[in-house]
C-alpha cells in the first residue's frame, strides 16, 4: 500500500544515513544530539500505529449488513452467514437490523483513521519546513516539491509540505463534519446520512494522495550532513553530564 512504501522508505534511508548527526530539539529549541536516523524514524513509528489503527478497523468494518431491509429485516430466509462468506465479509454479520441501517460508525472510524495519518504527515512537514529553512540548512528540497518566487526569486518554498499541512485540517473539518451529521439522528435510516459519501470518499482520496506526494518528497530529499553537525554545540551534553 501507499503508507507501506512510506515506511519502507524511511527505514531504507534511516539505514543509509545511520552517521547524521544532528541536534534534536524540544520546545522547538536545541536540547540533544540525535541521530537523523533517529528522528526519521520517530515519524514512521506514529505512521506505523496509523497501520495498526487502519488494520484493527477491518473486521468492523467487514460485516454484513444485507438481509437488514429497511429496518425490520426480510421475510425471505436469507442465509446470511453464507452470503457473508462468500461476499468476504470477514467480520461477520451486522446482528441487529435496526442498528445496521444507521450504523455509520465505520465512516467516522475511516475518516478519523485516515486524518490520523494526515495529523502524522503534517507535523512530518514541519519539521521539514523548518529543517529546510536556509537558517537551518538540515535538508534540501528537490525543485519537483518546491517553488521559487516570482517577487524573490533567491526563495524556495516547501510548497508540498504546506500543501501536506492543510489537507490534514481538510481532514479534521471531514471528521467533524461526519460526526455532527452523526449525532443528531434518531434510530434507522435517515436522509442525512447520504453525507457520509462525499466526507469519507474526499477524505480517503485525499490521505492516498498526501502519501504518495509524502513519498516522492522523502525520496527526492537531500540531507546536509556538514550543516546538521555545525547545529551541535557542546552544552547538548549537559544532560548527559548531569
Known amino acids: 500500500t501507499d503508507l507501506h512504501q512510506f515506511l519502507s522508505l524511511a527505514a531504507d534511508r534511516a539505514e543509509q544515513e545511520l552517521d547524521a548527526l544532528m541536534p534534536g530539539f524540544t520546545h522547538l529549541q536545541p536540547a540533544q544530539t540525535v541521530r537523523w536516523s533517529h528522528w526519521l524514524l520517530s515519524h514512521a513509528s506514529a505512521l506505523q500505529r496509523d497501520d495498526e489503527r487502519l488494520r484493527d478497523f477491518l473486521p468492523r468494518l467487514a460485516r454484513l449488513p444485507l438481509g437488514s431491509g429497511a429496518l425490520a429485516g426480510n421475510p425471505f430466509g436469507v442465509d446470511r452467514s453464507t452470503m457473508a462468506s462468500d461476499l468476504g465479509f470477514f467480520g461477520g454479520l451486522c446482528p441487529n437490523s ?77 471528521l467533524a463534519a461526519m460526526m455532527s451529521v452523526y449525532k443528531a439522528t434518531p434510530s434507522t435510516y435517515n436522509k442525512d446520512l447520504q453525507e457520509d459519501k462525499e466526507l469519507l470518499f474526499d477524505c480517503m482520496d485525499t490521505c492516498s494522495n498526501s502519501i504518495r506526494i509524502a513519498t516522492g518528497v522523502l525520496g527526492t530529499l537531500e540531507i546536509d550532513p556538514a550543516r546538521m553537525l555545525g547545529g551541535l554545540s557542546p552544552d547538548m551534553l549537559a544532560t548527559d553530564l548531569a
Open 98 to 174: 435496526m442498528d445496521a441501517v444507521s450504523d455509520r460508525d465505520w465512516v467516522v472510524d475511516a475518516i478519523f483513521a485516515a486524518a490520523m495519518v494526515l495529523l502524522h504527515l503534517s507535523r512530518w512537514s514541519e519539521d521539514l519546513i523548518v529543517y529546510s529553512n536556509p537558517t537551518f540548512g538540515f535538508v534540501r528540497m528537490a525543485d519537483a516539491y518546491a517553488t521559487g518566487s516570482s517577487l524573490m526569486p533567491q526563495k524556495k518554498n516547501p510548497d508540498a509540505l504546506e500543501l501536506l499541512r492543510g489537507k490534514a485540517g481538510r481532514s479534521l473539518g471531514a
